[in-house]
Protein backbone atom coordinates (compact mmCIF):
# COMPACT_ATOMS: atom_id res chain seq x y z
CA UNK A 1 0.00 0.00 0.00
CA UNK A 2 2.57 2.64 1.16
CA UNK A 3 4.98 1.89 -2.10
CA UNK A 4 2.45 2.13 -4.69
CA UNK A 5 1.17 5.41 -2.93
CA UNK A 6 4.59 6.41 -3.26
CA UNK A 7 4.96 5.38 -6.91
CA UNK A 8 1.73 7.19 -7.87
CA UNK A 9 3.23 10.47 -5.98
CA UNK A 10 6.20 10.03 -7.89
CA UNK A 11 4.36 10.03 -11.68
CA UNK A 12 2.28 13.04 -10.59
CA UNK A 13 5.69 14.74 -10.07
CA UNK A 14 6.80 13.64 -13.27
CA UNK A 15 4.20 14.83 -14.90
CA UNK A 16 4.67 18.21 -13.42
CA UNK A 17 1.58 18.60 -11.70
CA UNK A 18 3.18 20.92 -9.16
CA UNK A 19 -0.31 22.28 -7.58
CA UNK A 20 -1.30 18.88 -6.87
CA UNK A 21 -1.03 18.37 -2.33
CA UNK A 22 1.66 16.26 -1.73
CA UNK A 23 0.67 12.90 -0.47
CA UNK A 24 1.16 13.38 3.42
CA UNK A 25 3.82 11.00 5.50
CA UNK A 26 2.40 7.90 6.50
CA UNK A 27 1.21 8.25 10.15
CA UNK A 28 2.88 6.40 12.85
CA UNK A 29 1.01 3.99 15.09
CA UNK A 30 2.70 5.01 18.08
CA UNK A 31 1.75 2.72 21.17
CA UNK A 32 -1.24 0.32 21.88
CA UNK A 33 -2.56 -1.67 25.12
CA UNK A 34 -4.54 -4.88 24.54
CA UNK A 35 -5.89 -6.23 27.99
CA UNK A 36 -6.73 -9.90 28.39
CA UNK A 37 -9.98 -11.55 29.15
CA UNK A 38 -10.71 -14.39 31.35
CA UNK A 39 -12.01 -17.71 30.06
CA UNK A 40 -14.46 -18.85 32.67
CA UNK A 41 -15.19 -22.32 31.44
CA UNK A 42 -11.60 -24.33 31.56
CA UNK A 43 -11.26 -26.79 34.02
CA UNK A 44 -7.44 -27.33 34.84
CA UNK A 45 -5.56 -30.57 34.30
CA UNK A 46 -1.82 -30.45 35.12
CA UNK A 47 -1.19 -33.39 32.78
CA UNK A 48 -3.19 -32.24 30.15
CA UNK A 49 -1.29 -29.09 29.91
CA UNK A 50 2.29 -30.67 30.01
CA UNK A 51 1.15 -32.96 26.87
CA UNK A 52 0.42 -30.22 25.39
CA UNK A 53 3.44 -28.90 25.11
CA UNK A 54 5.06 -32.29 24.18
CA UNK A 55 2.52 -32.04 21.21
CA UNK A 56 3.59 -28.31 20.49
CA UNK A 57 6.99 -29.23 20.27
CA UNK A 58 6.90 -32.20 18.25
CA UNK A 59 7.96 -34.41 21.41
CA UNK A 60 6.75 -38.18 22.14
CA UNK A 61 4.74 -38.12 24.80
CA UNK A 62 6.20 -40.11 28.19
CA UNK A 63 4.36 -43.69 28.28
CA UNK A 64 3.12 -43.08 31.58
CA UNK A 65 2.07 -39.45 30.57
CA UNK A 66 -0.12 -40.53 27.49
CA UNK A 67 -1.91 -43.21 29.72
CA UNK A 68 -3.17 -40.00 31.69
CA UNK A 69 -4.22 -38.18 29.34
CA UNK A 70 -5.88 -40.56 27.39
CA UNK A 71 -9.26 -40.26 28.42
CA UNK A 72 -8.78 -36.74 28.57
CA UNK A 73 -8.94 -34.37 25.11
CA UNK A 74 -5.91 -32.62 25.05
CA UNK A 75 -6.38 -28.67 23.68
CA UNK A 76 -2.52 -27.82 22.03
CA UNK A 77 -2.12 -24.05 22.73
CA UNK A 78 -0.25 -23.01 19.32
CA UNK A 79 -2.71 -21.85 18.99
CA UNK A 80 -2.56 -16.36 21.10
CA UNK A 81 -1.68 -3.76 24.73
CA UNK A 82 -4.69 -6.44 24.86
CA UNK A 83 -6.39 -7.23 27.79
CA UNK A 84 -6.25 -10.52 28.81
CA UNK A 85 -8.21 -13.13 30.52
CA UNK A 86 -6.56 -16.42 32.02
CA UNK A 87 -8.90 -19.40 32.09
CA UNK A 88 -9.37 -21.25 35.43
CA UNK A 89 -5.75 -22.25 36.92
CA UNK A 90 -3.99 -19.95 34.48
CA UNK A 91 -4.21 -22.30 31.92
CA UNK A 92 -4.73 -19.53 29.28
CA UNK A 93 -4.66 -15.94 27.84
CA UNK A 94 -6.95 -15.08 25.67
CA UNK A 95 -7.74 -11.55 23.84
CA UNK A 96 -10.05 -10.36 21.95
CA UNK A 97 -9.21 -9.50 18.05
CA UNK A 98 -11.03 -7.73 15.71
CA UNK A 99 -10.93 -8.96 11.97
CA UNK A 100 -12.68 -7.97 8.80
CA UNK A 101 -15.11 -5.51 7.63
CA UNK A 102 -17.59 -5.04 9.50
CA UNK A 103 -15.20 -6.78 12.02
CA UNK A 104 -15.58 -10.10 13.53
CA UNK A 105 -14.48 -10.55 16.78
CA UNK A 106 -12.66 -13.56 18.27
CA UNK A 107 -10.76 -14.61 21.22
CA UNK A 108 -7.04 -15.72 20.35
CA UNK A 109 -4.27 -17.03 21.86
CA UNK A 110 -1.26 -14.84 21.85
CA UNK A 111 1.65 -16.85 21.35
CA UNK A 112 5.21 -16.08 21.30
CA UNK A 113 6.37 -19.55 20.37
CA UNK A 114 4.63 -20.02 16.88
CA UNK A 115 3.97 -17.36 14.25
CA UNK A 116 0.67 -18.04 12.34
CA UNK A 117 -2.92 -16.04 13.05
CA UNK A 118 -4.83 -18.98 12.77
CA UNK A 119 -8.78 -19.09 13.51
CA UNK A 120 -11.75 -21.37 13.04
CA UNK A 121 -13.62 -20.49 9.75
CA UNK A 122 -16.89 -21.54 7.99
CA UNK A 123 -15.12 -23.40 6.14
CA UNK A 124 -15.23 -25.80 8.93
CA UNK A 125 -17.35 -28.39 8.69
CA UNK A 126 -20.19 -28.16 11.38
CA UNK A 127 -19.30 -31.51 13.21
CA UNK A 128 -15.65 -29.94 14.40
CA UNK A 129 -17.05 -26.71 15.90
CA UNK A 130 -18.22 -26.51 19.53
CA UNK A 131 -18.76 -23.34 20.53
CA UNK A 132 -15.89 -21.04 19.03
CA UNK A 133 -16.63 -17.98 17.00
CA UNK A 134 -16.02 -18.76 13.52
CA UNK A 135 -13.84 -16.14 10.72
CA UNK A 136 -16.74 -15.78 7.90
CA UNK A 137 -14.57 -14.25 5.03
CA UNK A 138 -18.07 -14.29 2.56
CA UNK A 139 -18.83 -11.21 5.30
CA UNK A 140 -15.74 -9.32 5.26
CA UNK A 141 -15.70 -7.01 2.05
CA UNK A 142 -11.76 -6.36 2.83
CA UNK A 143 -11.20 -9.74 2.84
CA UNK A 144 -9.07 -11.36 -0.14
CA UNK A 145 -8.08 -15.35 -1.17
CA UNK A 146 -4.73 -15.60 -1.30
CA UNK A 147 -4.27 -17.70 -4.46
CA UNK A 148 -2.87 -20.90 -4.13
CA UNK A 149 -1.68 -20.01 -0.56
CA UNK A 150 -2.51 -22.94 2.58
CA UNK A 151 -1.11 -24.00 5.57
CA UNK A 152 -0.85 -26.83 7.75
CA UNK A 153 0.08 -26.57 11.61
CA UNK A 154 1.33 -30.35 12.67
CA UNK A 155 1.18 -32.21 15.97
CA UNK A 156 3.56 -34.37 18.11
CA UNK A 157 1.32 -37.21 17.73
CA UNK A 158 0.41 -37.04 14.01
CA UNK A 159 -2.41 -35.13 14.07
CA UNK A 160 -2.75 -31.64 12.46
CA UNK A 161 -5.07 -28.75 11.80
CA UNK A 162 -5.19 -26.47 8.24
CA UNK A 163 -6.57 -24.38 5.55
CA UNK A 164 -6.41 -21.67 3.23
CA UNK A 165 -5.21 -18.34 3.45
CA UNK A 166 -7.05 -14.60 3.00
CA UNK A 167 -5.62 -11.41 3.55
CA UNK A 168 -8.02 -9.27 5.53
CA UNK A 169 -8.10 -6.05 7.98
CA UNK A 170 -7.28 -7.25 11.38
CA UNK A 171 -7.42 -4.64 14.71
CA UNK A 172 -5.63 -5.46 17.88
CA UNK A 173 -6.22 -2.83 20.84
CA UNK A 174 -7.64 -0.15 18.43
CA UNK A 175 -4.15 -0.72 15.66
CA UNK A 176 -4.91 -1.87 12.14
CA UNK A 177 -2.91 -3.50 9.84
CA UNK A 178 -5.08 -3.47 6.01
CA UNK A 179 -3.74 -6.70 4.56
CA UNK A 180 -2.61 -9.82 7.42
CA UNK A 181 -2.93 -12.93 6.44
CA UNK A 182 -5.44 -14.69 8.11
CA UNK A 183 -5.74 -18.68 8.06
CA UNK A 184 -8.91 -20.27 7.75
CA UNK A 185 -9.04 -23.30 9.36
CA UNK A 186 -10.90 -26.11 7.38
CA UNK A 187 -9.54 -29.20 9.52
CA UNK A 188 -8.68 -29.20 12.79
CA UNK A 189 -7.97 -31.58 15.35
CA UNK A 190 -9.85 -33.14 18.10
CA UNK A 191 -7.52 -31.41 20.34
CA UNK A 192 -8.86 -28.08 19.42
CA UNK A 193 -11.99 -29.04 19.03
CA UNK A 194 -12.31 -29.81 23.18
CA UNK A 195 -11.28 -26.13 24.02
CA UNK A 196 -14.86 -23.81 23.39
CA UNK A 197 -13.28 -20.96 24.05
CA UNK A 198 -10.51 -20.63 21.91
CA UNK A 199 -10.92 -19.44 18.75
CA UNK A 200 -7.70 -19.52 17.47
CA UNK A 201 -4.28 -18.10 17.75
CA UNK A 202 -2.39 -14.79 17.38
CA UNK A 203 1.67 -16.19 16.83
CA UNK A 204 4.33 -13.49 18.44
CA UNK A 205 7.16 -15.71 17.09
CA UNK A 206 9.58 -14.96 14.28
CA UNK A 207 7.90 -14.79 11.22
CA UNK A 208 10.55 -17.61 9.81
CA UNK A 209 8.50 -20.32 10.89
CA UNK A 210 5.24 -18.78 9.86
CA UNK A 211 3.62 -22.06 8.15
CA UNK A 212 1.66 -20.68 5.08
CA UNK A 213 3.08 -21.91 1.84
CA UNK A 214 4.45 -21.55 -1.05
CA UNK A 215 5.99 -18.11 0.56
CA UNK A 216 5.62 -17.74 4.43
CA UNK A 217 3.25 -14.36 5.94
CA UNK A 218 4.80 -11.88 8.44
CA UNK A 219 3.01 -11.72 11.82
CA UNK A 220 1.02 -9.30 13.60
CA UNK A 221 3.98 -7.77 14.86
CA UNK A 222 6.06 -7.42 12.26
CA UNK A 223 3.79 -5.92 10.02
CA UNK A 224 2.93 -2.88 12.37
CA UNK A 225 6.76 -2.75 13.63
CA UNK A 226 7.75 0.14 11.69
CA UNK A 227 4.85 2.43 12.68
CA UNK A 228 5.36 1.53 16.56
CA UNK A 229 7.25 4.08 18.89
CA UNK A 230 9.36 1.18 19.78
CA UNK A 231 9.85 -1.81 17.60
CA UNK A 232 9.26 -3.98 20.58
CA UNK A 233 6.37 -5.63 23.22
CA UNK A 234 5.79 -6.58 26.51
CA UNK A 235 3.95 -9.14 28.42
CA UNK A 236 2.39 -8.09 31.81
CA UNK A 237 0.56 -10.99 32.53
CA UNK A 238 -0.75 -11.88 36.26
CA UNK A 239 -1.55 -14.42 38.75
CA UNK A 240 -5.34 -15.07 38.30
CA UNK A 241 -5.92 -11.74 36.99
CA UNK A 242 -5.95 -10.44 34.12
CA UNK A 243 -2.88 -8.90 32.46
CA UNK A 244 -2.03 -7.07 29.41
CA UNK A 245 0.20 -7.01 26.27
CA UNK A 246 1.79 -3.26 25.33
CA UNK A 247 2.90 -2.62 22.03
CA UNK A 248 5.41 -0.04 20.71
CA UNK A 249 5.87 1.25 24.46
CA UNK A 250 7.52 0.02 27.60
CA UNK A 251 5.51 1.66 30.16
CA UNK A 252 7.87 2.31 33.15
CA UNK A 253 4.79 1.81 35.62
CA UNK A 254 3.97 -1.76 35.63
CA UNK A 255 8.28 -2.42 36.67
CA UNK A 256 10.37 -1.38 39.25
CA UNK A 257 14.75 -1.05 38.79
CA UNK A 258 16.26 -2.21 36.13
CA UNK A 259 15.01 -3.93 32.94
CA UNK A 260 17.87 -6.74 32.24
CA UNK A 261 18.33 -7.32 28.73
CA UNK A 262 19.81 -10.49 27.34
CA UNK A 263 20.65 -11.39 23.29
CA UNK A 264 17.65 -13.39 21.73
CA UNK A 265 19.02 -16.61 19.36
CA UNK A 266 15.73 -16.15 17.03
CA UNK A 267 17.62 -18.92 14.56
CA UNK A 268 14.94 -21.50 14.60
CA UNK A 269 12.06 -18.76 15.01
CA UNK A 270 11.79 -18.66 18.98
CA UNK A 271 12.22 -16.33 21.38
CA UNK A 272 15.59 -18.00 22.79
CA UNK A 273 18.18 -17.05 25.26
CA UNK A 274 20.60 -19.02 27.71
CA UNK A 275 19.75 -18.27 31.84
CA UNK A 276 22.79 -18.21 34.06
CA UNK A 277 21.35 -20.34 36.74
CA UNK A 278 19.07 -21.27 39.56
CA UNK A 279 18.03 -21.14 43.07
CA UNK A 280 15.32 -22.89 45.37
CA UNK A 281 13.90 -20.94 47.98
CA UNK A 282 16.63 -19.45 50.49
CA UNK A 283 19.26 -21.62 48.98
CA UNK A 284 22.16 -20.82 47.77
CA UNK A 285 21.80 -19.72 43.66
CA UNK A 286 23.47 -21.83 41.18
CA UNK A 287 25.44 -20.79 38.30
CA UNK A 288 25.17 -23.12 35.35
CA UNK A 289 23.78 -22.22 31.43
CA UNK A 290 20.55 -23.71 29.98
CA UNK A 291 18.93 -22.41 27.26
CA UNK A 292 15.11 -21.79 27.13
CA UNK A 293 12.41 -19.88 25.28
CA UNK A 294 9.95 -17.54 26.09
CA UNK A 295 6.73 -19.03 25.43
CA UNK A 296 3.31 -17.35 26.24
CA UNK A 297 1.25 -20.43 24.53
CA UNK A 298 2.55 -22.56 27.27
CA UNK A 299 1.52 -22.89 30.73
CA UNK A 300 3.88 -24.52 32.12
CA UNK A 301 7.69 -23.94 33.06
CA UNK A 302 9.68 -26.89 31.83
CA UNK A 303 13.29 -26.69 32.66
CA UNK A 304 16.50 -29.57 33.26
CA UNK A 305 15.53 -32.29 34.75
CA UNK A 306 18.11 -32.72 36.88
CA UNK A 307 17.09 -28.88 38.06
CA UNK A 308 13.46 -29.97 38.40
CA UNK A 309 14.47 -32.83 40.74
CA UNK A 310 16.72 -30.82 43.00
CA UNK A 311 13.49 -28.56 43.14
CA UNK A 312 11.21 -31.15 43.72
CA UNK A 313 13.38 -32.64 46.62
CA UNK A 314 12.78 -29.55 49.04
CA UNK A 315 8.92 -30.24 48.88
CA UNK A 316 7.83 -33.56 51.64
CA UNK A 317 5.94 -36.26 49.89
CA UNK A 318 6.45 -34.85 46.33
CA UNK A 319 7.44 -37.55 43.87
CA UNK A 320 7.88 -37.95 39.85
CA UNK A 321 4.33 -40.38 39.96
CA UNK A 322 4.41 -41.73 35.75
CA UNK A 323 1.15 -42.45 36.67
CA UNK A 324 0.24 -38.35 36.43
CA UNK A 325 3.00 -38.05 33.91
CA UNK A 326 4.91 -35.89 36.30
CA UNK A 327 5.86 -34.12 39.66
CA UNK A 328 3.05 -34.08 42.16
CA UNK A 329 3.21 -33.30 45.77
CA UNK A 330 0.64 -32.78 48.91
CA UNK A 331 -1.88 -29.49 47.89
CA UNK A 332 -1.33 -28.63 51.61
CA UNK A 333 2.39 -28.31 51.46
CA UNK A 334 4.43 -24.93 50.83
CA UNK A 335 6.28 -25.22 47.49
CA UNK A 336 9.38 -22.78 47.89
CA UNK A 337 10.35 -19.92 45.43
CA UNK A 338 12.02 -21.09 42.51
CA UNK A 339 15.02 -18.23 40.89
CA UNK A 340 16.14 -18.19 37.41
CA UNK A 341 19.05 -15.96 36.67
CA UNK A 342 19.35 -13.86 33.34
CA UNK A 343 22.40 -12.44 32.81
CA UNK A 344 23.32 -10.88 36.41
CA UNK A 345 19.28 -10.15 37.40
CA UNK A 346 17.81 -13.14 39.78
CA UNK A 347 14.07 -13.71 38.65
CA UNK A 348 11.93 -14.95 41.44
CA UNK A 349 8.67 -17.06 40.94
CA UNK A 350 6.82 -17.50 43.75
CA UNK A 351 6.07 -21.09 45.52
CA UNK A 352 2.82 -20.52 45.12
CA UNK A 353 2.60 -20.30 40.96
CA UNK A 354 4.16 -23.93 41.56
CA UNK A 355 0.91 -25.01 42.66
CA UNK A 356 -0.74 -25.79 39.58
CA UNK A 357 -3.77 -27.88 40.17
CA UNK A 358 -5.35 -30.42 42.03
CA UNK A 359 -5.19 -34.20 40.53
CA UNK A 360 -7.28 -35.84 43.04
CA UNK A 361 -8.35 -34.93 46.98
CA UNK A 362 -5.19 -34.77 48.14
CA UNK A 363 -1.95 -33.88 45.39
CA UNK A 364 -1.10 -31.16 43.67
CA UNK A 365 0.53 -31.07 39.86
CA UNK A 366 3.41 -29.08 39.39
CA UNK A 367 3.99 -25.99 37.75
CA UNK A 368 7.41 -26.90 36.85
CA UNK A 369 8.20 -30.02 34.98
CA UNK A 370 10.79 -31.48 33.17
CA UNK A 371 11.57 -30.88 29.85
CA UNK A 372 13.58 -33.68 28.73
CA UNK A 373 12.89 -35.06 25.31
CA UNK A 374 12.05 -31.42 24.33
CA UNK A 375 15.14 -30.23 23.25
CA UNK A 376 15.02 -27.12 25.22
CA UNK A 377 13.52 -25.62 28.30
CA UNK A 378 10.53 -23.34 28.43
CA UNK A 379 10.19 -20.70 30.24
CA UNK A 380 5.93 -20.36 30.08
CA UNK A 381 3.41 -18.55 31.85
CA UNK A 382 3.87 -19.73 35.30
CA UNK A 383 7.80 -18.18 34.94
CA UNK A 384 6.37 -15.31 32.72
CA UNK A 385 3.94 -14.02 35.02
CA UNK A 386 6.59 -13.41 37.87
CA UNK A 387 7.99 -10.66 35.89
CA UNK A 388 7.59 -7.82 33.28
CA UNK A 389 8.97 -8.56 29.83
CA UNK A 390 9.90 -7.50 27.24
CA UNK A 391 10.26 -8.76 23.57
CA UNK A 392 12.69 -6.19 21.70
CA UNK A 393 13.35 -5.90 18.37
CA UNK A 394 14.48 -2.42 18.15
CA UNK A 395 18.26 -2.55 17.82
CA UNK A 396 18.60 -4.70 14.68
CA UNK A 397 18.98 -7.93 17.39
CA UNK A 398 16.62 -9.54 18.93
CA UNK A 399 16.66 -9.07 22.71
CA UNK A 400 14.51 -10.00 26.11
CA UNK A 401 14.36 -7.65 28.74
CA UNK A 402 12.77 -9.02 32.02
CA UNK A 403 12.03 -6.89 35.00
CA UNK A 404 10.53 -7.10 38.65
CA UNK A 405 6.99 -5.95 38.46
CA UNK A 406 5.59 -2.84 40.06
CA UNK A 407 2.94 -4.70 42.30
Known sequence: MVASAGKLALAAAIAGLATATPTPPKAKVGTFSVSQVKNPSFKAHGPAQLARTYLKYGAKLPEGLAKTVADFKVSRRDSGSAKTTPEENDIQYLTPVSI????QTLNLDFDSGSSDLWVFSTELPSSSVNGQTQYDPSK????KKLSGASWQI????????????????VTVGGVTFKSQAVEAAKTVS???????????????AFSSINTVTPTAQKTFFDNIASDLDVAAWTADLKYHEAGTYDFGVIDDSKYTGDITYTDVDNSQGFWSFTSTGYGIGSGSFKSTNFDGIADTGTTLALLPDSIVSAYYKQISGAENDSSQGGYIFPCSATPPDFVFGVED?????PGEYINYAAVDDTNCFGGIQSDSDIGFSIFGDVALKAAFVVFDQSTGSPRLGWASKST
Not at 154 to 169: A, P
Open 100 to 103: GTPA
Open 140 to 143: SSSA
Open 154 to 169: SYGDGSSSSGDVYTDT
Open 190 to 204: SQFQSDTNNDGLLGL
Open 345 to 349: AKITI
